[in-house]
């Protein structure tokens, strides 16, 4: 079965200090990865993908994310967090085992402090 | 380009009644996918709907369905609501052709049942 782990629920950093949420995943084909993130009360945002070539990926508001294929992961980066970064970070992956369904991570609770 | 729009944008309900939600995608978007959203469980895949097709289904029970239109609007029902199922109910489209294009997410219907 096709699965996403956020082993973390919540990431504490200080404004200015590089950043990485972690994101592994588990599929029996060939992955496309995402990432999205949630500000309060609000949908969701796409910030970036990698669909295949180039493993590191750059994407909105200076994040990027790195793409094993040996460890199976998919880390998001920053190298100097904002304190308008803190909010819900969401993994995804899409790959096809009869269908190409989404499949959410739980989240990571972002929070930047000044 | 408008977003995607969700109405209402909050409901409340009591159990055993049901409910419609509404999803306009973005304009030339032929995909809608619904999710629901709890603090517990994170972001559940629903079912998603591509040219009046539903191409993908979530593990959820048959009180849930939904339909799409020729515009590409989408509505989800809820029938007989259960406590349970109060929840964040996001609304996603994309381009839908390719299954790494991103989806780009509505606000949601806040729905509380009582």
């Known amino acids: 079965a096709q699965s996403v782990a956020q082993p973390e629920d919540q990431v504490n950093v200080a404004e200015g200090n590089p950043l990485t949420v972690k994101c592994t995943y588990s599929?029996?084909?060939?992955?496309?990865l995402f990432w999205y993130v949630q500000y309060p009360n609000r949908g969701l945002q796409f910030l970036l993908k990698y669909i295949t070539g180039d493993n590191l990926v750059k994407g909105s508001y200076g994040f990027e994310a790195e793409f094993n294929k040996s460890q199976t992961s998919f880390h998001l980066k920053k190298p100097s967090a904002l304190v308008s970064d803190s909010a819900l970070y969401f993994c995804?992956?899409?790959?096809?085992?009869?269908?190409?369904?989404?499949?959410f991570g739980t989240g990571t609770r972002l929070k930047v402090l000044a | 380009k408008a977003g995607v729009t969700q109405t209402p944008r909050y409901l409340i309900k009591t159990r055993g009644q049901q409910v419609t939600l509404s999803c306009s995608p973005i304009?030339?978007?032929?995909?809608v996918s619904w999710y629901q959203q709890t603090p517990g469980q994170g972001l559940q895949f629903l079912f998603e709907?591509?040219?009046?097709?539903?191409?993908n289904k979530g593990n959820f029970p048959g009180r849930f369905s939904g339909r799409q239109f020729s515009n590409s609007r989408s509505e989800m029902n809820v029938s007989t609501l259960e406590l349970g199922d109060s929840a964040l109910y996001l609304c996603a489209s994309s381009g839908g052709g390719d299954p790494y294009n991103e989806q780009f997410f509505g606000p949601g219907t806040r729905l509380t049942v009582l």
């Open positions: 709907y591509f040219s009046e097709t539903q191409r």
């Open positions: 304009s030339g978007h032929r995909s």
């Open positions: 995804a992956v899409r790959a096809f085992s009869g269908t190409y369904k989404y499949i």
């Open positions: 599929v029996s084909g060939n992955p496309y």
